[in-house]
């Protein structure tokens, strides 16, 4: 029996007022483009083609929300990463992610970061500005945003690589982030990814 029988995908939005209602629970997924996000979404849903509808045309840079089950949704972010973003796109872009972070119902985000490459520069940016919620500077760091790390592609590392890799991440994460092996393809880790979502579904939170 699938987790989530009922998935749908929702809207792509360009702009916040096309953000569905801020009511449930809903969690964000994010990554350099290519860290393997979309196959993380397919198969932690277990929805071969779901996340494909955010690589449509003109669909790539927006935020792409899917509702898992009356109330709660994961949203898919753009990928980032490579050259720089043209400052035009970073205008249109940036108060979009910016208001997506005040919402009441997101609960944490899911970064993916292959696990050949580690935890970058960017990907700890984004971690920081994900916790720098206005929302959240008044709560106590562990009710702050959720931030979960899928190392993917672990398929590609032995062992050994795989837990040097799982050790190197913690470190650089610190308290800031959970974080674990993850694979796709070699099916690594599903089942892990998959209740760390479902509990954040579970969290109440004002
Ligand atoms: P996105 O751009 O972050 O959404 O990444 P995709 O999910 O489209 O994957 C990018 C590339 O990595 C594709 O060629 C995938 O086939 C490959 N990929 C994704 N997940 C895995 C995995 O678990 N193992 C391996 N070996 N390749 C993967």
Redesign the pocket.
């Known amino acids: 029996m699938s987790l989530f029988p009922n998935v749908q995908f929702l809207v792509s939005a360009a702009q916040p007022g096309q953000f569905p209602a801020d009511r449930g629970a809903e969690v964000a997924f994010a990554?350099?483009?290519?860290?393997?996000?979309?196959?993380?979404i397919n198969a932690i849903t277990q929805r071969h083609a779901l996340?494909r509808v955010s690589?449509t045309p003109g669909r790539t840079r927006l935020l792409n929300f899917f509702e898992l089950a009356p109330g709660q949704r994961i949203v898919d972010l753009p990928?980032y990463g490579y050259a720089a973003a043209p400052e035009a796109e970073r205008r249109t872009w940036a108060p979009l992610i910016g208001a997506l972070r005040e919402r009441q119902s997101l609960r944490g985000l899911v970064l993916?970061v292959d696990s050949r490459r580690g935890v970058g520069a960017e990907d700890e940016n984004l971690i920081a500005w994900a916790r720098a919620s206005t929302r959240d500077s008044e709560r106590p760091t562990e009710d702050q945003m959720r931030v979960h790390v899928l190392l993917?592609?672990?398929?590609?590392l032995t062992r050994n690589e795989g837990a040097k890799a799982l050790r190197e991440a913690k470190a650089a994460l610190g308290d800031s982030a959970t974080v674990q092996l993850?694979?796709?393809?070699?099916k690594v880790g599903i089942d892990e990814a998959q209740r760390v979502l479902q509990a954040w579904f579970a969290v109440a939170r004002s």
């Open positions: 990554g350099r483009s290519n860290a393997g996000k979309s196959s993380a996340a690589k990928g993916i993917s592609k672990a398929d590609k993850f694979s796709a393809l070699g």
